[in-house]
């Protein structure tokens, strides 16, 4: 039905900026909320930021002022542009969707980021 798919982690040191893509394809009539979402080691995963279909954006309190979520609806994509990146962002981020007409959400399979000092 609808197929999610992360690119762009990777390994950097802190301070430095990453930018990842959330790609969506398949059947659906148009996309709903996008958000990223990441998981570390041994923590539940939590909501970084979120995006609904008109452009209204939520950040998390720990990542305001360096990360900064976009989409390009024309391309179904969105964006998580990370600056001023830290060690405790290391984990796996997630994109997550809702498509119309479908009633469930999509996730992607991940893109490892990881942050040394």
């Known amino acids: 039905q609808v197929q999610v798919v992360e690119s762009g982690g990777g390994s950097v040191q802190a301070g430095g900026s990453l930018r990842l893509s959330c790609a969506v394809s398949g059947s659906f009539w148009r996309i709903n909320a996008m958000g990223w979402y990441r998981q570390a080691p041994g923590k539940q995963r939590e909501l970084v930021a979120d995006s609904s279909s008109g452009g209204i954006t939520n950040t998390a309190d720990s990542v305001k002022g360096r990360f900064t979520i976009s989409r390009d609806n024309a391309k179904n994509t969105a964006y998580l542009q990370m600056n001023s990146l830290k060690p405790e962002d290391t984990a796996v981020y997630y994109c997550?969707?809702?498509?119309?007409?479908?009633?469930?959400?999509?996730w992607g399979q991940g893109t490892q980021v990881t942050v040394s000092s």
């Open positions: 997550k969707v809702a498509a119309i007409p479908w009633a469930r959400d999509y």
